[in-house]
């Protein structure tokens, strides 16, 4: 019983964070509505964002600004790992842009079908 | 469709949760990713790029390679929302309104055709209907300011408290969203036009990527700031601080006018006649 | 200078794209040659680039001057270098090539346009040239989100089409970036040489494992590798022809060299070829793959979505001779690579100019396309031979060596595939001439004046197709100096 809360204590942000995923990636799967596939994307973009940074924390240990005064001594296990962050917000950023330019697609895709439901579309491509 | 989605959910999700049994714990600070590459941009950023920041100096100048393509990314989307939606003629309607400032009388004039002339004492209203708050509008327009101030804190404080170019940026492009939001489009657009929106969105990623061509005119390598001490009277160190700088002043103004773009042709269908 | 050349091979395209957008908006009659003089200037480089490492080995760049793992290097070794130059030589003939095509259809926002292109061939230059896992990400957004956009022109159901791609590559993307994230948390490093030589000695972990797994699929996905290619024949069929023309040669090719960079340099050959006996079960599903996409470009009727779909076979062969695991196979799949660059881009290019002057692409209406557009249908002629793999051009000996590597390695079921593949290729464009040549309308008994596309469109044309008889002429030369010594040592 003790290995096993030991190990749910170590392990359990990050399968928190693959549940969130994997909800994000069902929304993009099976979801009709091209606006909810647009937030499931969303979500899974931001679920791995949440992974990495999640990767960087050191127990006991500050932001990684070094504190004024204390610039001659620094210790590496005194500040938190900034390199994941450094990549998250590189991958905010195109996360942001992906969800622009879907966004972007969703209206010019609404201005043509009058829909936003994919099988109303798909049947009227059908038909026409 | 339900079924096959929630098959790679599972077989997804059990893959990567096995993988996770051979992690770090939660926290670890002997894990391989915080003893092997960052300690030195913890113990090294004062003296190699006096930037107290850890994250701003990685950011912008360990990795500012990446940072330059990811400003490039945002450029990029809003060139793609500009080309995608922008409709150069005008919305068609049959009916305009107008509303008299002074006593909020509203007028129906039924004529087809784009856009009535502004009128004195009439303003031009939204097609959709919507209440004079005199309240909202007085607030923000006291706002703005002061949240303008507030983003070029961020952006030039960057190098000693969380903040930089992008949140300084989006900041700045909240702050005319709210415009737009609060009176309506036309005035946004008033204040900033799309030809100076586009203008500033090219001058930000071109501030970067001229910075780093300056540094390998001056013969370094690319986005190397230490040869700014060539043609600026700092030594190598600040001369980096110095180029972290002017990479995030140039990330700032792209980022806002990106953010401006695509609020403006995502609300307004293209047209960029009337938004929210 | 010549030391900052890769560099420059990524970071003039880039400043040429800002310029182009900038003249878009101040004086448009610009756009065009802004564009031109900034590829041309990296076709140089790249050639030259290519030419400096045949000469003096692998080629380092550091940039901001961080060493290797603290800030971000390029290496440009062979495999690099050549597809390097291929890639920026296909730009620079399709920047020439679609001119009237762009001008007719996208005047009013041509700024943005040319701009999106140009940031589309930073990215996959980007892409090939990177020593960081990291950066790849990056670099392979870029590409891809201009991609999405420069699809979503064309009208109808490209919105729609794009969607579905925006949905899939974004997929492909992020389990990318996971695995990426994976091996970053087992080894703490981002550089690929650095994490080749800590990978040696965690053969046997399971979290390596599932990266690896992660990341092929990623790259899979976004290669439009069977069975996960939904995105493909729609995207590309229904994106207007001068992004189609510059999208389809480059972007599943670029995807397709990630695949063998990391599966050769990243996680080694013993790692990648001995896993889980994955090796054999990827050349059976390939063979899979070749069979199923030449029985979905046999069932088109459209021609442009016919050489759409001949792209997923191309793709299914690159995969399976990668993961031959010899050398034959090996070579065979980067010669293909840098073949079917040029191949996609002739017969894109012969089709686009039919779409100029014919504007309906349908079979019935094809007919005395010999004697109109001799130049086009020659080039088309040339590009359809290559695919099928007729000797001296080059597919064929790409196909050779695919061959040789399959029966080395026992894989007998890929060659059968190959041979299929080869003789439903065959079959396919046979169609096609038959009936430019024959005709079966009643208009095929008057006598056709010749009515070329404009000459912007058909000399570039003809000198990719000059190049790939050309190509074919050389590959004993290319082969053996350039890319026999790209392969690995572990590579037997």
Redesign the interface.
């Known amino acids: 019983m003790d290995r096993i809360l030991e190990v749910v ?7 928190i964070y ?2 969130l ?3 994000g ?2 929304g ?3 979801k009709n509505n ?1 606006v909810k ?1 647009i937030v499931g ?1 969303s979500i ?2 931001t679920a ?1 964002i949440l ?2 940074i ?8 500050t ?4 504190i ?1 005064g204390q ?1 001659a001594s ?4 005194d ?1 938190i ?7 998250m ?3 905010i ?2 996360a ?3 969800l ?10 609404h ?3 009058d829909t936003l439901e994919e099988d109303e ?1 798909l049947e009227k ?1 059908r038909k026409s | 469709m339900r079924i096959l989605g929630i098959l790679v959910c599972v077989a997804t999700g059990a893959m990567l949760i096995w993988a996770s049994g051979e992690f770090p714990p939660w926290g670890d600070p002997n894990s391989p990713a915080s003893l092997h590459v960052s300690p030195r941009y913890i113990e090294k950023t004062m003296e190699e790029t006096s930037v107290p920041n850890a994250v701003t100096s990685v950011l912008a100048d360990y990795r500012g390679y990446d940072t330059m393509f990811e400003t490039t990314v945002i450029f990029a989307a809003g060139v793609s929302c500009f080309m995608l939606l922008r409709l150069f003629s005008g919305r068609e309607r049959s009916s305009h309104h107008y509303r008299h400032i002074l006593t909020g009388l509203t007028l129906r004039v039924r004529r087809k055709g784009k856009q009535l002339p502004e009128l004195e004492e009439f303003e031009p209203m939204d097609s959709l209907w919507t209440p004079y708050d005199l309240i909202l509008r007085t607030l923000c327009r006291f706002l703005i300011p002061f949240i303008q101030l507030f983003a070029l804190y961020v952006i030039a404080h960057g190098h000693h408290s969380p903040g930089g170019g992008f949140q300084g940026g989006v900041i700045l492009g909240a702050s005319m969203i709210l415009l737009a939001i609060s009176q309506d489009m036309r005035s946004a657009l008033r204040r900033i036009r799309e030809r100076t929106l586009a203008i500033f969105s090219v001058a930000g990623v071109a501030i970067y990527a001229g910075t780093g061509a300056l540094c390998l005119i001056l013969g370094s390598n690319f986005l190397d700031y230490a040869a700014l001490s060539r043609i600026f009277p700092v030594d190598p160190v600040g001369a980096r601080s110095l180029g972290i700088f002017l990479v995030e002043v140039g990330v700032g103004i792209a980022v806002m006018a990106t953010m401006i773009v695509i609020y403006h042709n995502l609300a307004s269908e293209g047209f960029l006649d009337e938004g929210l | 200078m010549t030391s900052h050349l890769p560099a420059l091979v990524v970071t003039v395209p880039l400043l040429t794209a800002f310029a182009a957008f900038a003249a878009g908006w101040l004086r448009p009659k610009l756009c065009f040659p802004v564009g031109l003089t900034g590829l041309g200037i990296t076709a140089i480089s790249s050639i030259w680039l290519l030419a400096e490492v045949l000469e003096a080995g692998t080629v380092t760049y550091e940039l901001g001057r961080w060493p290797a793992p603290w800030g971000i290097v390029y290496v440009v070794d062979r495999l690099n270098g050549v597809v390097l130059a291929a890639i920026s030589l296909c730009a620079f003939i399709q920047w020439i090539s679609s001119r009237a095509s762009v001008k007719s259809q996208f005047s009013d926002r041509i700024g943005a346009f040319y701009g999106l292109e140009l940031l589309f061939v930073t990215g996959v230059m980007g892409i090939t040239v990177t020593g960081d896992a990291f950066n790849l990400y990056v670099l392979l957004e870029i590409a891809s989100i201009t991609a999405y956009a420069l699809i979503a022109m064309g009208g109808g159901r490209a919105p729609l089409s794009s969607l579905n791609y925006v949905f899939m590559g974004t997929i492909g993307a992020c389990f990318y970036l996971l695995g990426v994230g994976y091996l970053y948390i087992m080894t703490g490093s981002l550089n690929m040489a650095d994490l080749a030589s800590i990978l040696q000695g965690m053969r046997s972990s399971q979290a390596i494992l599932v990266a690896f797994v992660i990341i092929i699929v990623g790259v899979w996905l976004k290669m439009g590798f069977f069975p996960l290619h939904g995105w493909l024949p729609n995207a590309y069929t229904h994106a207007p022809w001068p992004a189609t023309t510059l999208i389809a040669p480059l972007m599943t090719k670029v995807m397709a060299y990630v695949m063998m960079r990391l599966v050769l340099f990243l996680f080694g050959p013993e790692y990648s070829f001995g896993v889980l006996g994955l090796k054999d079960v990827v050349v059976w599903w390939a063979s899979l793959a070749v069979v199923a996409g030449s029985v979905i470009a046999l069932s088109q009727k459209d021609l442009k979505r016919m050489i759409t779909c001949i792209i997923l076979i191309e793709i299914a062969y690159m995969v399976g001779g990668t993961f031959l695991g010899n050398r034959s196979g090996t070579t065979g799949a980067i010669f293909h690579l840098v073949n079917d660059v040029f191949m996609t881009l002739c017969v894109f290019l012969a089709v686009s100019s039919l779409a100029f002057r014919q504007r309906e692409l349908d079979m019935d209406t094809m007919e005395g396309l010999f004697s109109e557009m001799p130049f086009t249908m020659g080039a088309l002629v040339t590009g359809a031979l290559s695919i099928v793999g007729v000797p001296p051009t080059c597919g064929f000996f790409s196909k050779w060596l695919l061959l040789k590597g399959a029966l080395e390695a026992g894989h007998y079921e890929f060659m059968v595939a190959l041979i299929l593949s080869s003789l439903v290729c065959l079959v396919l464009f046979f169609r096609v001439f038959e009936a430019a040549y024959f005709g079966h309308g009643e208009r095929s008994h008057g006598h056709h004046r010749m009515r070329e596309a404009p000459l912007g469109m058909v000399v570039p044309l003809l000198v990719v197709a000059i190049g790939i008889v050309a190509l074919g002429l050389m590959s004993g030369e290319v082969i053996s100096s350039i890319i026999e010594p790209a392969l690995p040592r572990g590579v037997l």
């Open positions: 204590i170590a392990k359990y942000n990050y399968w693959i549940v995923m994997m909800i990636l069902y993009v799967i099976a091209l596939k994307m899974f973009q791995i992974f990495f999640s990767m960087g924390m050191k127990k006991g240990a932001i990684p600004i070094i004024h610039e620094v210790m590496a296990s500040y790992n900034p390199l994941p962050h450094v990549l917000l590189t991958a950023v195109v942001v842009s992906t622009g330019v879907a966004l972007a697609l969703a209206v010019k895709i201005k043509e079908f579309i491509i």
